[in-house]
């Protein structure tokens, strides 16, 4: 039973075609863990932090303190400023990489081509531009010595970055490849927890920045004692909104409702039909390194900023029969189900970002070995769309108001919205009060198309997803030979003469043409409905 719970964990407590069950939504998901404990969450390279605790947020300035009122809630010195450009920014899961092919993608504004060198048997990000006349990279291919090749004209590039082949340059000619105006951008760049990172500065005096500074590190991820399914989706609206929704655990009953449902204490009633309560989150601490948090001293969460926000506990334990005792007795011994939230997410341009997500846990391993991945990925999906709209449009209202003025624009009352309101003053007081483009966007943000062209799954998820997209094709193919094994049957019926076949077998294969035929209009549906658009309307559920 522990096992079959744990699927319900890492679907994010979803109800989907696969599972009509109405799950409980799982404690995590309202950072209503156990005992506080620390994590094994580490950040090399970040500042010691000084700092004051504070609890409560209201919607002015001010905030509530445990200390005395005279002192800010956190403490900056005049060198305390968040360096956008000097940090490890996640790029994407190994899993849902494809090793034949160079990949393009865009990180805080940068255009990067992402490839595996299989001569150093490394992931390598460079510039998505070619030297000789700046065409993508990512358009090219890795050709049969293992170099990233332009297809424009061919041009090959190792992966130092180095020119080893212009075809166009005479074999007896000047060595102009090995000018320095031939080599293409290296992006310093690792792999931790099974994600690229790179560094986004391409100077040379970064090259072995990984020996200073190292992107943060979740043991939970490595240890192969926990499952570690991961998922990444494009996600249309900004990385502001986007972070601050993955704290905000009191939306959940109502822009999730019929998805999720908060876990409710016992002996409450219920305010309403979706379930709401107060919730009594609590900043510890707040310093340009980011911020703690806990909730009624039974969970955690930290933000290390620019990118990862971590929710875990360690300290639901499991009551279990142990072995036999002399006495004939059974012992019970307790064992710890360990589970987190880590949630990574990507600044990629004015309006638009990327969430790379796990769920971390010790329990209920077989799960994930049993159930495909895309199976979880069309729940999660639904989940990120329930709410989608509803936070690109507000993302527009934030900019009408002023990204700086969001405190002034915004009822922020109650305690529930504390690491909100926390991840907001960071930004203001350390990060400039927004991500850093470095002027390559006038700030406006892109229109707003079509509802189910906004909210796809098959371009934001499917194509980046190893896992969906080998299933979206071969549901397509199952598809196909539906519809075929449907005429197939009609045609040997039409062939057959009437006196050749009984009756009964003329009627048998009918009926099958028909359910292959409806079969495969059931799949077409559930095709689109789960890789292609599922609207979620609130106003009916």
């Known amino acids: ?51 004051k605790v504070f609890t409560t947020i209201s919607s002015t300035d001010s905030t509530e303190t445990k200390n005395p009122p005279d002192a800010e809630f956190e403490t900056r010195s005049k060198d305390d400023k968040f360096d956008w450009y000097a940090q490890w920014y996640p790029v994407m899961p190994v899993c849902d990489l494809d090793k034949r092919v160079p990949h393009a993608k865009k990180v805080i504004g940068l255009d990067v081509v992402l490839w ?17 006349r700046l065409a993508p990279l990512s358009e090219g291919r890795i050709d049969q010595r293992g170099r990233l090749q332009c297809v424009y ?25 090995t000018f320095k105006k031939a080599c293409v951008g290296v992006y310093p760049s690792t792999v931790q927890n099974d994600i690229v990172w790179f560094w986004p500065n391409t100077d040379p005096q970064y090259k072995d920045i990984i020996m200073e500074r190292k992107p943060p590190y979740i043991s939970e991820i490595d240890d192969p004692s926990y499952t570690k399914l991961m998922g990444n989706r494009e996600i249309p609206y900004g990385y ?14 109502y822009a999730h409702y019929g998805i999720m449902q908060m876990q409710q204490p016992k002996n409450r009633v219920k305010a309403d039909r979706e379930g709401g309560r ?5 900043i510890e601490r707040l310093d340009i390194n980011g911020f703690e948090a806990d909730q009624d001293e039974r969970s955690r969460s930290k933000f290390f900023p620019p990118c990862v926000f971590y929710a875990y506990t360690d300290s639901m ?40 997500w796990t769920f971390p846990r010790n329990f209920g391993l077989w799960i994930d070995k049993v159930v495909p991945r895309w199976m979880f990925h069309v729940g999660q999906n639904l989940i990120l769309d329930s709410d989608l709209y509803l936070l690109h449009i507000e993302e527009r209202k934030i900019i009408d108001a002023g990204p700086t003025n969001w405190q002034k624009a915004c009822f922020v009352p ?19 009060g927004q991500v850093d483009w ?3 966007y006038s700030g406006a943000l892109p229109p707003t198309p079509p509802r189910e062209q906004l909210m796809d799954r098959y371009r934001s998820h499917v194509v980046n997803c190893r896992s969906c997209s080998v299933a979206y094709k071969g549901l397509n193919v199952l598809e196909v030979v539906l519809q075929v094994a449907s005429v197939a049957s009609i045609g040997i019926v039409a062939a057959v003469k009437q006196g050749a076949m009984s009756a009964a077998a003329r009627t048998t294969i009918v009926l099958l043409a028909v359910l292959f035929y409806a079969s495969s209009r059931w799949l077409a549906h559930f095709i689109y409905k789960n890789f292609h658009y599922h609207d979620y309307s609130h106003a009916l559920r």
């Open 278 to 282: 107060p919730l009594e989150l609590i």
């Open 414 to 432: 109650t305690k529930s919205d504390a690491l909100v309101v926390g991840f907001r003053k960071w930004l203001n007081r350390y990060a400039g």
């Open 116 to 132: 595996w060198d299989r001569n150093e048997c490394a992931w390598k990000v460079f510039e998505d531009s070619c030297p000789h």
């Open 1 to 51: 039973m522990e096992s079959v719970k744990a699927s319900s964990l890492t679907s994010l407590s979803i109800r989907t075609a696969f599972d009509r069950t109405q799950f409980r939504k799982p404690m995590f998901l309202n950072f209503h863990f156990g005992p506080t404990t620390r994590s094994s969450f580490s950040l090399v390279g970040t500042n010691q932090p000084k700092f």
């Open 438 to 440: 470095r002027g390559k």
């Open 240 to 253: 502001e909104v986007l972070i601050e929704n993955l704290m905000d655990p009191a939306h959940v009953p």
């Open 153 to 177: 004209h061919g041009w090959c590039f190792n992966g130092s970055g180095d020119c080893k082949f212009i075809p166009q340059a005479p074999p007896d000619g000047p060595p102009v490849h």
């Open 317 to 356: 334990v499991d009551q279990t029969n142990g072995s036999a005792s002399s006495a004939g007795t059974k012992k019970k011994t307790s064992v710890q189900r360990k589970f987190s939230l880590v949630f990574i997410c990507v600044p990629v341009s004015p309006g638009n970002s990327r969430l790379i």
